[in-house]
């Protein structure tokens, strides 16, 4: 199988991202390191984090593929789609739809997730050959967004991010998404230090997530 299907399954299988957003590199590490502690086996390193290839590079020394993914987030253009190809990023997340850092990612076939917030965009990701569309901020748009998604372009690949939290990740799922990104709900304690809130955070997501593709026989 294709390295890149097989990051593609790991992700869609698990359902859940933990996007990080953190002040210094020890910080993004430890709170990576908490989350998978959580049960969570996808990570996005944003590029708003301070060094974030050496980042996104210690971790993929760290952890084996098949313990943890990694990704790069916050991902504005080309130039920086490469960089984090370079630097060992698995998989990258761009915040809205740009066309170079699709076609840049699908020359190295680094799976890609393009930002969209309109049916137009949902449709001209898919076109620029984007790998699951980032609905995002998932906090405007809403779950029943994604009906207006399903109605048109019903095969689209859906991750919405931006406002997912405990109380509202399965009213995404019922929505029809592939999988969620999830930041502020799930990491706001490495603000203070507390990564045992962000494991014990995590581990409720993924038990929720599981929760619902096991009723649902999703699998």
């Known amino acids: 199988m294709l390295q890149k299907i097989k990051i593609l399954n790991k992700i869609i299988d698990g359902g859940i991202v933990a996007v990080i957003r953190a002040e210094s590199e020890d910080q993004a590490l430890k709170a990576a390191e908490a989350c998978l502690k959580g049960g969570i086996s996808a990570i996005e390193v944003t590029f708003t984090v301070p060094s974030a290839d050496k980042v996104i590079s210690a971790l993929i020394k760290e952890y084996k593929s098949d313990v943890l993914t990694v990704g790069a987030?916050?991902?504005l253009d080309a130039e920086t789609s490469r960089i984090a190809i370079l630097s060992g990023a698995q998989?990258?997340?761009?915040?809205?739809?740009?066309?170079?850092a699709i076609r840049t990612c699908n020359r190295y076939q680094i799976p890609i997730m393009s930002g969209a917030m309109s049916v137009r965009d949902v449709a001209e990701a898919l076109e620029a050959g984007t790998d699951i569309v980032k609905l995002f901020p998932g906090e405007f748009l809403g779950p029943s967004f994604?009906?207006?998604?399903?109605?048109?372009i019903p095969y689209a690949p859906l991750m919405p991010t931006g406002g997912v939290s405990l109380d509202n990740v399965t009213d995404w799922f019922k929505a029809g998404v592939d999988a969620v990104g999830v930041g502020g709900s799930l990491t706001s304690g490495i603000k203070t230090g507390d990564y045992k809130s962000v494991t014990e955070i995590g581990k409720k997501f993924v038990e929720k997530i599981?929760?619902?593709k096991k009723g649902h026989n999703v699998k």
């Open 73 to 75: 987030g916050t991902v």
């Open 91 to 100: 998989y990258v997340v761009t915040p809205y739809l740009n066309i170079d």
């Open 146 to 152: 994604v009906k207006s998604i399903r109605g048109p």
């Open 210 to 212: 599981q929760e619902f």
